[in-house]
């Protein structure tokens, strides 16, 4: 009887019917206290997020069978869930003793260990475990995946070929393919894998969110926007912008020129920078245009004549939410189907303040040829975009240069950077500490040339057509294209690329050569 009611459960609850599926289990318990119903029932409360009752259930089962390996793995698995992951790895490793070809424990007790960031036993494990069972997919694809964040990228490949062979219709592992070799810069290969996994699953978004990077990276800008609004559906870094997303369907012919169309920023600072020249494009085009922006860079922006009016986000009123069009900047594009050439509206669409680009102007000694740096960044999002500062004061080997950073006092602090044992480079004190970016895009105005790596700074500097040097590295973000010197999203700026992982001290030498015959020019 126990069996056939604990079946009707099971039916119930894989039919989303969880509160019958538990009555269910709850009479039988209370008529006998059962392993298989405590456990079954613990599931229930575990995928409904209770955790503690969830913990009870297992607990009891394991009171009826301390050899029980389900309840021992089923209580580490919630207790991961938890984020009690050294506590998870005790019942992990009961369960193993007990039984070392249960699969499930190597699994979950793998992921404990590099949750607490122990990779060396993480990776331990799944090796275990196939050594149990050769041929299990998902430690060779959790192998991987290990590898891959290791930036080992030909172990990663070997573990995914393996699980590939095991399984070609794998949407996940497909991406994952997808996402190596796009570090590897094979990017046919990326884009295949990419359309495979979304050919098996098209509402993947994290898929279809990197088909959208990489379309964008290697030049296909149509092809890369259209996927571009999956950035709102995607489990990993979901953007969480807060706007209707009915516009998101919106078509060019369904807007009306007549009324008021509201863009809202989005991401960060350097996509504001790079994106807010929709604006200048949409006015030509004969709308009416305001930019919702953050209260931070609300300052800077009111000065610009980018957009028709601006209004800090925080103002934002709730008619304008209700009656009106808010547009994500970035949608923009896809939205009114502006092209890589609608988009390049040429240099200097922002401009500084001219009573701060005057008050820095005498602070800068116009007989030097005087050269802002930003060389680091305190978020490297799986980029490599931190040069050593003493990199850069090889430029000083010219007795004309003079180096002068671009990084704020928090920013330096935050670095740990000591500039006290940096005399040669000159740090202005104080600088934007009243409205972000109104020094900064002062002091560049008065320099003669901008040499950066990917940041803020870089699109600040382009925006305002500075001549601007970008160093790369191998693996780079998706606005600066591949193998060209030049960019397609800024006519000033000339790109040095970072060959091999790290190899920054050759990238130096080329910035040096070609800042020679500047020089000399």
């Known amino acids: 009887m126990t069996n056939k009611n604990l079946k009707l459960a099971q039916e119930k609850f894989f039919k ?93 007790i793998s992921l404990a260990y590099l949750e607490t960031r122990d990779t060396i036993n993480g990776i331990a494990y799944l090796k275990k475990l196939l050594i149990v069972d050769n041929n299990n997919f998902s430690a060779l694809n959790n192998l991987g995946s290990i590898f891959h964040e290791k930036k080992e990228y030909d172990k990663s490949l070997v573990y995914f070929l393996r699980a590939l062979e095991l399984n070609s219709n794998d949407e996940i592992l497909l991406n994952n393919l997808g996402l190596l070799y796009e570090k590897q810069n094979k990017f046919k290969k990326a884009k295949l894998h990419f359309e495979k996994s979304l050919n098996i699953k098209p509402d993947f978004f994290d898929c ?35 706007f209707d997303h009915d516009v998101l369907k919106l078509t060019l012919n369904e807007i009306n020129k007549t009324k008021k169309i509201y863009i809202i920023s989005e991401q960060g600072y350097g996509d504001i920078f790079q994106f807010c020249r929709v604006g200048i494009v949409l006015k030509k085009l004969g709308y009416r245009v305001t930019l919702i922006i953050e209260d931070s860079l609300y300052e800077f922006f009111s000065q610009q004549s980018i957009f028709d009016k601006y209004i800090k986000k925080s103002d934002i009123d709730s008619d304008i939410i209700t009656k009106d069009i808010i547009i994500p900047l970035l949608s923009v594009p896809r939205i009114f189907e502006l092209s890589l050439k609608n988009l390049n509206i040429g240099n200097s669409y922002i401009k500084p303040n001219n009573e701060k680009t005057e008050y820095w102007s005498k602070k800068i000694d116009k007989n030097k040829f005087n050269i802002g740096i930003s060389w680091s960044t305190t978020k490297d999002n799986n980029y490599n975009r931190n040069i050593p500062i003493n990199l850069f004061r090889k430029i000083n080997k010219f007795k004309t240069t003079q180096l002068i950073s671009l990084h704020t006092d928090k920013h330096l602090k935050d670095l740990n950077e000591n500039i006290n044992d940096l005399k040669d480079i000159i740090f202005f004190q104080n ?71 790290k190899d920054w001290e050759k990238v130096m030498q080329k910035v040096l050569k070609e800042l020679k015959k500047l020089l000399i020019n």
Do not use: P
């Not at 039984?99 to 699994?107: E, G």
């Open 16 to 108: 989303v019917d969880k509160e019958t599926a538990k009555k269910i289990c709850l009479n039988l318990i209370h008529q006998k206290l059962d392993t298989k119903v405590l456990i079954f029932l613990g599931l229930i409360e575990l995928s409904e997020n209770n955790y503690l009752e969830s913990l009870k259930h297992f607990h009891k089962s394991l009171k009826l069978n301390q050899n029980n390996v389900k309840a021992l793995n089923n209580i580490g698995n919630t207790l991961i869930e938890k984020n009690k992951y050294k506590s998870a790895i005790v019942f992990l490793k009961k369960a193993i003793a007990i039984d070392n070809k249960f699969v499930q424990a190597y699994l979950n």
């Open 208 to 242: 279809q969110f990197n088909l959208s990077l990489l379309n964008l990276k290697i030049g296909n800008c149509k092809e890369g926007m259209l996927l571009y609004d999956s950035r709102f559906y995607r489990k990993e870094r979901k953007n969480t912008l807060n």
């Open 431 to 501: 600088i934007d500490i009243k409205d972000k970016f109104v020094d900064t895009a002062a002091i560049i105005e008065n320099l003669d040339l901008v040499i950066c790596t990917d940041s803020v700074v870089t699109h600040l500097s382009a925006a305002m057509g500075k001549k601007t040097w970008v160093l790369l590295s191998n693996y780079h973000d998706w606005r600066w294209s591949i193998k060209t010197e030049k960019s397609y999203w800024y006519n000033s700026v000339k790109l040095f690329r970072n060959k091999k992982e």
